[in-house]
């Protein structure tokens, strides 16, 4: 089993950066990979951004990249979702997920098992 516990939203301007921590219980995370997803209200859940159990591969969704930016350290059983160049587009409530999957598959939700209770990022323009 494992418990997530998503930290770091907040209210930003536009343009600014945060930084969103995925903390997690359990001996067996460091073999998991871990996603993040977000939801604005009115929109269905989406994608954002994955990293694989090593830490050696991540895939991210196309409007992202070059902006954002996962990490994971497995010492600390926890994964970083680095935000710059937020846009008002990007406000959603995001939530981590952890599951075992192939790198081909770090995109889709259904791979996931365990998921954070999510924390609200607001980028004002």
């Known amino acids: 089993q494992v418990q997530l516990v998503e930290s770091g939203g907040g209210l930003v301007q536009a343009g600014g950066s945060l930084r969103l921590s995925c903390a997690a219980s359990?001996?067996?995370?460091?073999?998991?990979?871990v996603g993040w997803f977000r939801q604005a209200p009115g929109k269905e859940r989406e994608f954002v951004g994955a990293?694989?159990?090593?830490?050696?591969?991540?895939n991210y969704l196309d409007s992202v990249k070059g902006r954002f930016t996962i990490s994971r350290n497995n010492a600390k059983n926890t994964v970083y979702l680095q935000m710059n160049s937020l846009k008002p587009e990007d406000t959603a409530v995001y939530y981590c997920?952890?599951?075992?999957?192939?790198?081909?598959?770090?995109?889709?939700?259904?791979?996931?098992?365990?998921w954070g209770q999510g924390t609200q990022v607001t980028v004002s323009s």
């Open positions: 997920a952890a599951g075992s999957m192939g790198d081909s598959f770090l995109y889709s939700h259904r791979y996931y098992a365990y």
């Open positions: 359990g001996r067996t995370f460091s073999s998991y990979a």
């Open positions: 990293i694989n159990w090593r830490g050696g591969t991540t």
